[in-house]
C-alpha cells in the first residue's frame, strides 16, 4: 500500500510542477447604482485557445478572490453578470498577488447582445430562478458521458446509485433542448448522452408544462436539468452498441442510437441479458454489470424503468427491452413528444425466511422456503402533443397506453412453532396464475395567459380506465397439530377481474390581487367507478373439473364514488421571499353493493384539505425553506368489506364499514448553502408526519397460530426524518481544469417510526430508530487514476411494548471502494469492491460478505472501440440477506442472487455531426 501512495504522490509532484501560483482579488460593482454585483462570474482563461484556467463567484459584498496555479504568465480575466457588458483585461500572474480594486460593469445597451462566443462563455452564470453552466469550461476524459460531466459541476453531487441533487435537492427530470428524454428516468439520459455534444445545462425548478406557459413557480424542491446540444453537433447522429458472452450462460448485448436535425429527435435503445441489468443505462468501465448494483429497487428486490418492471438484486433476471423517443417541433405553434417501451423478463427466485411473531402473551415463529418463475410482457406509449393557437392559448393532449401480460408460479412452504420449538401447524402452496392487464389514460388541458404577468385561466380532464384479468389455480394444504389435528384442503380455480374507470375535470383561475401576490381559486370534480370480482371454484372430484362454487371465498361487487374538491389560496412571491397558502374541501361520496353475499353499505368522508409553503433566500444565496400539508387516504374496498377472504388459510382477513378516513398531517423544514468560491456546500433536511384515523390491524391468533385480521381506525402513528449533508473541494487548488482533484462528502440520516396496532385484544406500539452516518471521498488524477471510498454505518433499535424482552439493536456496516486507473493510455483498469456486514441475523444466515466487480478495457480505432474482460464476484462472497423488523415481528430472509461469472465483451461508438467526426472537434 506505502508503493501505491509513494507513487500517487509522485504523480501528484509531476502534474503541478512548472506550474506558476497566483491570487488575485477584488470587488464587482454596477456602475450606475454603485451596488454591489452578487453572483458575478468571474473567470481567468488562457489567450491562446480561450480556455478556462480557474474562476470564482462574487460575495453578497461583491468581493472575490482567486487563488490557484497556471503555466502560463499571462491569462485573460473576465467578469460578467446578467444584463451586464463582460469586462476584460490581461493579467500577468507573475505579479501575483494582485488587487484590482473596484471593477465596475456597464449595462447592456441592448439585453440580447450577450456572449455567444464560445470561448468567452461564463463557466456559471447565475439569473433569478436558473442556474447555468457551459459544458466546455469542465474537462472531463474523452468519451465521457453526461454523469462524467455532472460529477464535476459545483454543487452538483451524483451518488452511486445514479441519483443526482443539486445542493441538496433531488433531480427529477432531464430534458434535451426542452424535451424529455425516454419520459422522466433521468438515468437513461446521463448514462448515454455523450459529454462531446452539449453546449450548456440549466438546472431550474421543476415545472409542468402548464407552468412553464403561464409563469406560474414550479416546485422549488425540486430541480429539472435541461441540456442543450452544441448547435454544430444538433444535426447528426451517434450511437452504440455492445455485445458481451460469459460463463455459465451469461450474457449481455445493449445498443443505443440518436437522430438530431434541428428541433428533430429520434433515438433508439435496446438491450437484452440475463445479469440483472435493465440494459438502458451503461456505465463507462462496467458496461451493464454496473447497473446491477445501481437500480432503483422496490420492496421486492424488482426495479422499473419508465414503469416497466425488472427483475432485481433478488433471483435471476433475463430481460429483453427496447425503447424508441421521437420528439419534434412541426411550427412555432406545434410540438410533439413521444415514447415507447417493451420489456419482457423473466424471474426465477427462491427465498428462506425465518419470522419470530410477536403477540402479548407469547411469541411463536414461522419459517418458510419459497419458490417462484414469473415471467411478463409489458408494453408502454406516451404521447405528448401541444398547440399554440395564438401567444396567449395552449392546448395539450397526453394519452398513455400501458398493456402487460404474463405467467406466474410459485411454490411455498412453511411452518409455525411454538417458544419451545414444537411444531403447532404447516402449510404447503401451489400456484399457477395468468393475468393480462391494460391500462389507458388522458389529459386534455386547456390554458389561457390573461394580460396581467403570471395570471391565467385553465380548464382540465383527465381520465383513467384499467382492466385487470387474473386467473389461477390455488392448492393448499394446511395442517393443524396438537390436541385436534386437522387437514384442510384447497384445490381451487380462481378467476379475478376488475374494470376501473375514473374521470374527473377541473378548473383553475389565478390573478394578480396586489404586486407580487396572486389569488387563485380552483375545483375540481372526480368520478370513480369499479366493478371486480373474485369467483372461487372447487375441484370436484366426481366430475375432475373445477364446477362447486364456493361462495364462502368469492366475491364481486361494484363501487361507485364522487369527489368535490372546491380550493383558494394565495401566493407571494418576490427575489427573497416565497409565500403561499392554500385550503379546501375534500368531499367523497363512496356506495359499494356486493353482488354474491348481498352486502351494501355507503360512506361519506369530509376531511378540511390543507397547503402552505414558505422559502426565503439570504444575500449568498443560502435557502430557508418549510412546507406542510395533509393528504387524505380513503380505506379500500377491501378494508371496508364486511366479507371473508381465506386465500392464505393461516392469514385470514376481514373489513370493516365503519371506517373512516385517514389524514396523514406533513411537515417539513429545510436549509441549504453552498459557496461557488469555495466549492463547498451544506444542508438539513427535517420532516415529520402525524398519523390521524390511520387504518391498523386487529389480529386474533388463535391456539393452532391462525390469524385473523380486520381493521380500526386509531391516530398516533407518527414518523420523523432528519438529514445533515456536508459536500467540499480538499484541494487548495479549484482550477476545474487541473488535472488533480480531491473531494469529500458527508452525510447524516436519523429516521423514526412509532407503529399502532391491536393483537388479541390488546394494543401494541413499536418504535424503530435510524441512525446512518456515512462518508464518501473522491481523489482523482485526470487520465491516470480514480479512487472513491466510501463508508457508512446503520445503527438500529426497534422496540416493543407487547414484549420488551425482544427489543432489537443492531449495526450494519458498510465500505466500498471504487479504483480506476486509466494508465498506461488506452487501458481502463476498474475495481468496484464493496464489504457488508449484518448485524444480529439468524444463525441460519451468512452475516457478511465481500463483492468485487472488476473490468480491464482496451480502446483502439480512435477510441471508438473498446474490448473489455470483465468479472462480476471475483471472490463468489455475494449474499442477500436482510434483517427486518415490522409492527410486531422481526424477519430474517434469505433471496437467491446473481453469482460469479466472467464476461468478454466488446462495445463500438459511432457518431457524425454536420460532417464531421464529434471526437476529432476541438476542446477548450
Known sequence: MKYIFSFICFLSLICVSAQNSFKISGIVKDSLSQSSLISSTVYLERLKDSSMVSYSITDQDGFFEIEDIAQDSLLRLNVSYTGMRTYQQTINIKNSPTNLGTIYLNSKADKLDEVTVTANRSPI??????????????????????????????????????????????????????????????????????????????????????????GEDGDAENKTINITIDEDKNKGIFSRVTLGGGTDGRYAMSGFGNYFKDDTRISVIAGSNNINSPGFSFDEVFDMMGNVRRVTRSSNGSFGVNGINFGGNSGITKSDNVGVSYADEWSEKQDLESNYFYGANKTRNETSTRRENILPDRTFFTNSENTSLNQSDSHRGSLNYSIKPDTLTRISIRPNINISSGHNEASSFSESLDSDGEQINQLNTDNTSEFDNKTFSNNLSFSR??????????????????????????????????????????????????????????????????????????????????????????????????????????????????????????????????????????????????????????????????????????????????????????????????????????????????????????????????????????????????????????????????????????????????????????????????????????????????????????????????????????????????????????????????????????????????LTTYWPKNVVFGNDISYTQLGNVSSDFDSDFWLWNVSLGYTFADENAIVKFKVYDLLDQNINTSRTTGDDFIQDTDQLILERYFMLSFTYKFSKFGGKDPSKSRRF
Open 125 to 214: 452564470v447565475f439569473k433569478k430562478d436558473t442556474l447555468e453552466f457551459n459544458a466546455s469550461s469542465f474537462k472531463t476524459r474523452d468519451g465521457a458521458n453526461l454523469e462524467a460531466l455532472l460529477k464535476k459541476l459545483p454543487g452538483l453531487k451524483v451518488d452511486a446509485d445514479g441519483n443526482i441533487t443539486v445542493n441538496g435537492k433531488p433531480v427529477q427530470r432531464i430534458l434535451v433542448n426542452g424535451k424529455s428524454f425516454f419520459g422522466d428516468d433521468p438515468k437513461i439520459a446521463t448514462k448515454n448522452l455523450p459529454k462531446s455534444i452539449i453546449e450548456k445545462l440549466q438546472v431550474v425548478d421543476t415545472k409542468t408544462k402548464e407552468q412553464e406557459f403561464t
Open 449 to 818: 395567459r390573461l394580460k396581467t404577468k403570471g395570471a391565467y385561466a385553465s380548464l382540465r380532464f383527465r381520465n383513467t380506465n384499467t382492466n385487470s384479468e387474473n386467473n389461477s389455480l390455488f392448492n393448499s394444504t394446511r395442517e393443524i397439530f396438537g390436541d385436534n389435528p386437522n387437514t384442510e384442503v384447497q384445490n381451487q380455480n380462481i378467476q379475478n377481474s376488475s374494470h376501473r374507470d375514473e374521470y374527473s375535470i377541473s378548473g383553475r383561475y389565478r390573478n394578480l390581487l396586489f404586486e407580487d401576490l396572486f389569488y387563485s381559486l380552483s375545483y375540481e370534480y372526480v368520478n370513480e367507478s369499479e366493478k371486480s370480482e373474485r369467483i372461487v371454484f372447487d375441484f370436484d372430484d366426481n366430475t375432475g373439473e373445477f364446477s362447486t362454487l364456493n361462495e364462502d371465498l368469492s366475491n364481486a361487487f361494484t363501487l361507485n364514488a364522487n369527489k368535490h374538491i372546491p380550493k383558494a389560496g394565495v401566493r407571494f412571491d418576490d427575489d427573497t421571499l416565497t409565500l403561499s397558502v392554500s385550503g379546501g374541501l375534500n368531499r367523497t361520496e363512496l356506495k359499494t353493493n356486493n353482488l354474491i353475499q348481498d352486502v351494501n353499505f355507503s360512506n361519506d368522508f369530509n376531511i378540511f384539505a390543507y397547503s402552505g409553503y414558505v422559502a426565503y433566500q439570504f444575500k449568498d444565496k443560502s435557502r430557508l425553506s418549510s412546507w406542510f400539508r395533509n393528504s387524505t387516504q380513503i380505506p379500500s374496498v377491501s378494508q371496508l368489506q364486511p366479507v371473508v377472504n381465506q386465500t392464505n388459510p393461516l392469514n385470514i382477513t376481514v373489513g370493516n364499514p365503519d371506517l373512516d378516513a385517514s389524514v396523514v398531517h406533513n411537515f417539513s423544514l429545510s436549509y441549504r448553502k453552498y459557496n461557488y468560491k469555495t466549492r463547498s456546500g451544506y444542508g438539513i433536511y427535517s420532516y415529520f408526519t402525524y398519523n390521524e384515523d390511520q387504518v391498523v390491524p386487529v389480529t386474533i391468533t388463535d391456539e393452532d397460530l391462525v390469524r385473523t385480521t380486520t381493521y380500526t381506525n386509531l391516530s398516533g402513528g407518527q414518523s420523523a426524518y432528519l438529514n445533515f449533508y456536508i459536500n467540499r473541494s480538499l484541494k487548495k487548488s479549484k482550477n476545474q481544469n487541473d488535472r488533480e482533484r480531491f473531494t469529500m462528502g458527508g452525510d447524516f440520516n436519523f429516521n423514526y417510526n412509532k407503529n399502532l396496532g391491536f393483537s388479541n385484544a390488546q394494543s401494541f406500539r413499536s418504535e424503530s430508530y435510524q441512525f446512518s452516518p456515512s462518508v464518501d471521498l473522491n481523489y482523482e488524477i485526470e487520465d491516470v487514476i480514480d479512487v472513491e471510498p466510501r463508508f457508512g454505518i446503520t445503527h438500529n433499535i426497534t422496540t416493543y411494548n407487547l414484549q420488551q424482552s425482544l427489543d432489537e439493536e443492531f449495526t450494519n456496516l458498510d465500505f466500498g471502494l471504487e
